[in-house]
């Protein structure tokens, strides 16, 4: 019973350097996120997808990129990482129903990552 | 727009003791609440939630009630145990879309 796989778990990047951060759900869920999460300022929403073929931006975009490869994969993107991107960046998933009033939302388990 | 806003923390406390982490929040039509508990090097987990006002979330001994008037989600236990030392963070979804929007955790400690 995996829920959502976050890989991998740890990074240190030089700035300028490029990667991917990889997430997967075996949940079925239709929505998927990604977070950065940072001292005093909570969980900021980078880019979501509410379903299969359709990517937003949230609060914190810039910097990023985000793909959503099937139902299950939404993998996250630095083309040149620059020091104000090191934080700790989670996964999540939620079923989004339409006009569900419930719905709640599944983590992965994080990725620390450090650009110098 | 939506947002939430809950006491900063950290906060410290003994085993036993009785603990309230405040949240209050804004939003448009009715949203949904939440509850979300980090412990040490783990992902956010849901704690309680509750949908429509005046309900009101419990697990674990925790508990939480939606308050519409004050636009309140406090959260409370009445007795904390080590095992309780984690980040707490508050969350609502709107009833439209399915983003949803976090403060920014409070931090308790319980020590023995």
């Known amino acids: 019973n995996a829920g959502v796989t976050q890989t991998p778990k740890f990074q240190v990047l030089k700035t300028g350097q490029s990667m991917t951060l990889q997430c997967a759900q075996d949940?079925?869920?239709?929505?998927m996120y990604w977070y950065r999460q940072d001292p005093g300022m909570g969980l900021r929403l980078i880019y979501y997808s509410a379903s299969e073929g359709t990517t937003d931006k949230g609060e914190v975009p810039n910097g990023y990129n985000v793909s959503r490869l099937n139902k299950r994969e939404f993998s996250l993107r630095l083309e040149s990482a620059a020091p104000s991107q090191t934080s700790v960046y989670f996964c999540?998933?939620?079923?989004?129903?339409?006009?569900?009033?419930?719905?709640?939302?599944?983590f992965g388990s994080g990725t620390q990552l450090s650009v110098l | 727009g939506n947002s939430v806003t809950q006491m900063e923390g950290p906060v410290t406390l003994s085993e036993e003791a009785f603990l309230t982490i405040n949240c209050t929040y804004t939003?448009?039509?009715?949203?949904?609440l939440f509850w979300y508990v980090q412990y040490p090097g783990e992902g956010l987990q849901l704690l309680l939630k509750a949908t429509k006002a005046d309900d009101k979330g419990s697990n674990k001994g925790f508990e939480a009630t939606y308050r519409k008037e004050t636009t309140s989600f406090h959260l409370e236990k009445g007795s904390v145990q080590v095992s309780d030392s984690a980040v707490y963070f508050c969350a609502l979804t709107p009833n439209t879309g399915n983003q949803f929007y976090f403060g920014t955790g409070t931090s308790l400690t319980v020590i023995p």
């Open positions: 949940m079925n869920h239709n929505s």
């Open positions: 999540a998933s939620s079923e989004a129903r339409l006009r569900a009033t419930n719905e709640k939302l599944f």
């Open positions: 939003a448009t039509g009715y949203p949904s």
